[in-house]
């Protein structure tokens, strides 16, 4: 098998001063993501960007502070379009979308048509991947909280 990559989503609270995207997340979904991906000693750790700054991109960069569209407010058209240029932000980054195993720590609007096997996949999607939050069937931020905390 490949490597463990796994993919954080964005929040909506930011830190206006921030130079990486290290820096400019703050809401405890990121932290808790981060602390959580961090020690399962992956491969590497994404993050995806907002709608407007819909980049897959690596922690440490550059990145300052955008206002940001929520996702789930997107019509499906809209999402499959960021959709695809999600999964061309992986790829480029070098990952191979049939060895490796890609973990998402984010919604499902996040990973919606980039992994196999799923309804509406994309050509090239994902072919090993791990959806913690749907497989545990968390529901709400305290149970994803709890989630990342303790495991």
């Known amino acids: 098998m490949g490597k463990n990559i796994y993919i954080l989503s964005c929040t909506s ?3 206006k001063d921030a130079k990486t995207v290290k820096e400019l997340y703050t809401g405890p979904l990121f932290k808790k993501g981060l602390e959580y991906a961090q020690r399962h000693k992956p491969d590497a750790i994404l993050v995806i960007g907002g709608v407007c700054k819909s980049e897959v991109y690596r922690l440490d960069d550059a990145l300052s502070y955008y206002d940001g569209i929520k996702i789930e407010n997107q019509h499906r058209v809209e999402r499959e379009k960021l959709a695809r240029k999600r999964l061309d932000n992986i790829l480029a980054h070098g990952f191979n979308a049939e060895k490796d195993t890609f973990i998402f720590l984010t919604g499902q609007y996040y990973y919606e048509y980039i992994l196999a096997g799923r309804k509406n ?21 305290g149970d994803i909280l709890h989630f990342l905390s303790n495991n």
Not at 123 to 136: S, V, W
Request: no cysteine.
């Open 13 to 15: 609270l930011k830190n």
């Open 121 to 141: 996949a994309l050509p090239r999607a994902l072919q090993h991947y791990e959806t913690p939050f749907l497989d545990n069937h968390l529901r709400g931020n």
